[in-house]
Nanobody, 127 residues
């Protein structure tokens, strides 16, 4: 399984970005998540989607600003980020796992359950 992120960049506060994660080598039913790692901080999960059911999950701190979705063919998972702030700066990664994430509460936020990772795309938000 390969994951390739794109769409990062440098923007002003208040701007929007659409990150994309192109996934190949799986059966388009796996779960996919977006993580962020800010300088000097641990990587944190932002949102996840289980493509088999379409169920989506967003971290409380970004709910309402960030939105995860899939393409019609389910081989691309996007993260729409609105009203960006300097604290949103960091490296953004997508990750996938074959098993479900539904019915496991907030377990999707746990980095260790995700098997496959992309190389990341940098987002820099200036004030």
């Amino acid at each position: 399984v390969q994951l390739v992120e794109s769409g990062g960049g440098s923007v002003q506060a208040g701007a929007s970005l659409l990150l994309s994660c192109a996934i190949s080598g799986d059966d388009v039913t796996s779960a996919v998540a977006w993580f962020r790692q800010a300088p000097g901080k641990e990587r944190e999960a932002l949102a996840a989607i289980y493509r088999r059911t379409g169920n989506r999950y967003h971290r409380d701190s970004v709910d309402g600003r960030f939105f995860i979705s899939t393409s019609a063919g389910k081989n691309t998972v996007t993260l729409r980020m609105n009203n960006l702030a300097p604290d949103d700066s960091g490296m953004y990664f997508c990750a996938s796992r074959e098993g479900p994430i539904d019915y496991f509460g907030t377990a999707w936020r746990t980095e260790s359950i995700w098997s496959n990772w992309g190389q990341g795309t940098q987002v820099t938000v200036s004030s």
